[in-house]
């Protein structure tokens, strides 16, 4: 009983915290935004009882991914952004209500096809030798394309900073 509410405030603050990252006009709050709902995110993994993937998720996000974009954030001069008030076009505004639309439509599907029985578990979920095991078994060429495209990132990082430094 516990745990459901905890789940339910959980998803609640996540939604609020991504919606805040995305609408946020700094982004140094939006990226601190972020921060917080990947530990709310973290969260939610323990309470489906894999504490394994939170570790994970803390460590790689929350320490690499956020202080990445902070980093980046921080290599651009604020000052020259223009702090007036935003204004929204009518697509963007009917874009976020088509979005909502389609989210409580795909809630309101789901609400049914989701219950699981009580007692329900699937055994290893979030365990580190089920996920290495699925991952090199069945997901090892995404899983290499992924590395691969991180390290064309990092050139393309490398090379942009030096391309900066000489001019």
Same mark, same amino acid.
């Given at each position: 009983?516990?745990? *459901? ?20 006009? *700094?982004?140094?709050?939006? +990226? ?5 709902? $990947? ?12 504490? &394994? ?15 990445? &974009? ?5 290599? $651009?001069?604020? *000052? ?7 204004? =929204? ?6 874009? =976020? &209500? ?26 290893? $979920? ?6 290495? $095991? *699925? ?21 393309? +990082?490398?090379? &942009?900073? #030096? #391309?900066?430094?000489?001019?």
């Amino acid at each position: 009983m516990i745990s *459901n509410v905890l789940l339910y405030i959980t998803a609640v603050l996540l939604v609020i915290t991504y919606l805040y990252a995305v609408i946020a006009g *700094n982004p140094v709050y939006s +990226a601190l935004s972020m921060g917080l709902a $990947f530990f709310l995110t973290a969260f939610l993994f323990v309470l489906l009882g894999a504490p &394994f993937l939170a570790a994970v998720q803390v460590i790689i996000y929350v320490g690499a991914m956020l202080v990445m &974009f902070l980093f980046i954030i921080m290599m $651009f001069d604020l *000052n020259k952004t223009s702090t007036g008030t935003v204004r =929204y076009k009518p697509s963007t505004i009917f874009s =976020y &209500f088509l979005t909502m639309v389609v989210l409580l439509i795909a809630f309101s599907m789901a609400k049914g096809v989701l219950k699981m029985p009580e007692g329900f578990t699937i055994v290893g $979920f979030g365990s580190a030798e089920n996920i290495g $095991f *699925n991952l090199l078994r069945y997901y090892l060429l995404p899983f290499e394309l992924a590395s691969f495209i991180l390290l064309v990132g990092v050139f393309g +990082a490398i090379t &942009f900073i #030096k #391309k900066r430094d000489k001019e």
